[in-house]
């Protein structure tokens, strides 16, 4: 029987093989939307969107940045590898 027709048990994981727990992110709401979006034209609620790019089902491809303050922000979020 496939994990998505089981009937849902408290402390046990419902998709994966572990539990999930509560992660606050803190997001502007131009990229609230924007999740919002990607997660409806995909079919999924906004954490499973999350979630599948945490567990890199999907690949996450750099655009060019066009907006002036994503601009800012590729400039800010520079990591050093030091």
Do not use: C, W
């Not at 994981?13 to 924007?34: C, D, F, H, I, Q």
């Not at 409806?40 to 996450?60: C, D, H, N, P, Y």
């Amino acid at each position: 029987m496939s994990k998505k027709g089981r009937k849902r048990i408290k402390g046990e994981p419902a998709l994966y093989e572990e539990m999930k727990g509560r992660v606050n992110v803190s997001l502007t709401p131009k990229a609230v939307s924007g999740l919002d979006e990607l997660a409806t034209q995909m079919g999924l609620k906004r954490s499973e969107l999350i979630e599948m790019i945490g567990r890199k089902a999907f690949t996450v491809i750099p655009i060019q940045l066009s907006d002036p303050d994503l601009g800012k922000l590729s400039q800010h979020s520079r990591v050093s590898s030091a």
